[in-house]
């Protein structure tokens, strides 16, 4: 129970009630948007308050899909002291070597006033071992491995300490998925999705965050906690998180290597994506992604400019299916016929294309950043048979796009696949007068049918703040 002598802290029932459970193994099984971090850290802190006024320990491990996530969980635990009105250490952070990823991971720590321990560190299975602590697994679904992440974490508790996971749904094949459907008792499971929630108080517009969202799919999973079945999808949500990296999608570590790119493109409803991979050690590693939304063909070609500037890029391959036709024409004219290879999305190209990707994800050959749209936007594709027997890769059209990062990545792959030998290249020119007359007859278009409001870039995001 929260400790009498804390001071009142505005909770919802279904928070409430979780705090006041004091199982040995306990499950958020909770929507998105619901608090789940917030109220972990809370009931963490409650914990070892607990403890510490009885001249007790209670330490704690909590362990975060990244680094990102660890500091940020790591910051909650500070807001929950001041709110006891209690002065917890600063933040600290330390480097640990990671033997398997062969680099240095951060760990955060918090001292508190009564010398407990509260660690929070991203999900590694070499950092994790060897800290006896009480343990909270933070977005457990999402965790890359989740499987050999338990054998690693679940010893740390020395048969008498306390476990706590929170998570919404990513398919079945994780080790979230086995708890949350746990029927033995060993789990003490709180279910509380988006609609129960709310009834109980939570501040959210249900019709029109589902209205915004605009995928059925997405809603279900994220809000409704469904499990939705991977069956067809191509690349499993456990196969994606295996290839995320911290470090993708970092411009800032690239350091000179060769680099290949692929280019998404689209004009109106979808989104254009341009994605480096550069080659490090047989790795492709993400280096940039750039996402484009109504961008005329200009600012397309500016910005394809500025990443063949920024990179040493051997090869870009480019969408040249309709709309694209035109830009790789332009884009071959300004950088060279070696340097830039349009790609036409024909059923036969797309399965070789999904077929590279995935076989780069299987053997761990590619890193992409940790971000919820891309994640998403790689498992939206679905191989599916035509009626005439042919295989067909394709993914539901959402506000979110029509699974332009998983083709954006998978022709810089294609790219990567069969390279050409290097070649020296110099800019030909700017773009030809033809350019001009076409852009500004797409904007005319625009303008007949929405008036004077012209088409704007979405979002341009030069790699992944993580």
């Not at 971090?37 to 209670?58: N, P």
């Not at 480097?95 to 918090?110: A, C, F, P």
């Not at 961008?295 to 309709?322: H, N, P, W």
Request: glycine share 8%; proline share 4%; with cysteine.
């Amino acid at each position: 129970m929260v400790s009498s002598n804390a001071p009142a802290i505005p909770l919802l029932p279904y928070q409430i009630e979780a705090m006041r459970d004091r199982a040995r193994f306990l499950c958020l099984f909770w929507a998105r948007g619901v608090r789940k971090t917030f109220t972990a850290t809370l009931k963490i802190v409650d914990y070892v308050f607990e403890a510490e006024s009885q001249g007790k320990r209670e330490p704690w491990n909590i362990i975060s899909r990244g680094e990102r996530q660890a500091l940020e969980a790591m910051q909650e635990v500070k807001k929950h002291y001041r709110t006891y009105n209690v002065a917890a250490g600063e933040i600290t952070g330390h480097d640990l070597w990671s033997e398997s990823e062969g680099r240095h991971v951060k760990i955060y720590e918090v001292n508190t006033p009564g010398k407990s321990r509260i660690l929070s560190l991203p999900a590694n299975p070499d950092t994790v071992r060897g800290f006896t602590a009480n343990i909270y697994l933070d977005e457990f679904a999402f965790h890359k491995d989740s499987q050999t992440m338990w054998k690693a974490v679940y010893p740390c508790l020395r048969g008498r300490l306390k476990m706590m996971v929170s998570s919404t749904p990513q398919g079945k094949g994780n080790r979230f998925y086995q708890i949350a459907t746990d029927t033995t008792d060993t789990w003490s499971i709180h279910k509380t999705d988006i609609y129960e929630a709310v009834k109980q108080g939570l501040p959210f517009d249900i019709e029109m965050e589902r209205r915004a969202l605009n995928d059925p799919d997405a809603w279900a999973q994220e809000y409704e906690l469904k499990w939705l079945d991977e069956a067809s999808a191509w690349l499993s949500y456990d196969l994606i998180s295996s290839c995320e990296s911290d470090l993708a999608g970092d411009p800032l570590i690239y350091d000179g290597g060769t680099c290949y790119l692929g280019m998404d493109v689209a004009r109106r409803r979808d989104f254009t994506v341009l994605w480096v991979l550069e080659e490090r050690g047989g790795t492709l590693w993400t280096r940039e992604v750039v996402k484009l939304r109504r961008a005329d063909f200009r600012t397309q070609l500016d910005e394809l400019g500025r990443l063949l500037s920024t990179y040493k890029v051997m090869r870009g391959c480019i969408d040249q299916t309709g709309l694209g036709e035109f830009l790789v024409d332009e884009a071959k004219r300004l950088y060279g016929t070696t340097r830039i290879e349009g790609v036409l999305f024909t059923g036969a190209v797309k399965q070789d294309l999904a077929t590279q990707i995935k076989q780069k994800f299987e053997d761990r050959l590619v890193r992409i950043p940790i971000d919820r749209d891309i994640r998403d936007s790689f498992h939206a594709v679905k191989k599916t048979t035509t009626t005439a027997g042919n295989p067909r890769f394709d993914a539901d059209r959402t506000d979110q796009g029509h699974a332009d990062e998983f083709w954006a990545c998978a022709l810089a792959i294609h790219g990567a696949t069969n390279p050409v030998t290097p070649i020296e290249f110099q800019t030909l020119g700017r773009p030809s007068p033809v350019l001009d007359a076409f852009a500004g007859q797409t904007r005319n278009s625009w303008g007949a049918r929405f008036g004077s409001k012209s088409p704007k870039v979405g979002s341009r995001t030069g790699g992944f703040d993580l």
